[in-house]
Nanobody
Framework: QVQLVESGGGPVQAGGSLRLSCAAS??????????MGWFRQAPGEEREFVAA????????NYADSVKGRFTISRDNAKNTVYLQMNSLKPEDTAVYYC???????????????WGQGTQVTVSS
């Protein structure tokens, strides 16, 4: 069983930046070459895809709403995936969830493991 723990959320003003981290442990995270992703859920809304990355970092996938502002990256030596969020907008306010899945998860957006989430609040 893979465990995922997010960190780095908090309050920020519009136009600011935050960097989220997700530390993975347990299971077969390393040997399975897992794809990793970030999702978010705003109050009263469904969870939506934000970004994903392949094991080798050679492939990334972004939601249109965050392209050019957010960057996903990973450090496999540290079993950690990051989400650098720049030019934040009030509509980015949500709970952000880290996810891990099969190698192809980075493009089919289907994930098997989820973290507990970290709150990001962007004020205008």
């Amino acid at each position: 069983q893979v465990q995922l723990v997010e960190s780095g959320g908090g309050p920020v003003q519009a136009g600011g930046s935050l960097r989220l981290s997700c530390a993975a442990s347990g299971g077969t995270f390393s040997s399975d070459a897992m794809g990793m992703g970030w999702f978010r859920q705003a109050p009263g809304e469904e969870r939506e895809f934000v970004a994903a990355i392949s094991w080798s970092s050679s492939n990334t996938n972004y939601a249109d709403s965050v392209k050019g502002r957010f960057t996903i990256s990973r450090d496999n030596a540290k079993n950690t995936v990051y989400l650098q969020m720049n030019s934040l907008k009030p509509e980015d306010t949500a709970v952000y969830y880290c996810a891990a899945g099969q190698p192809r998860s980075y493009y089919n957006r289907l994930f098997d493991y989820w973290g507990q989430g970290t709150q990001v609040t962007v004020s205008s």
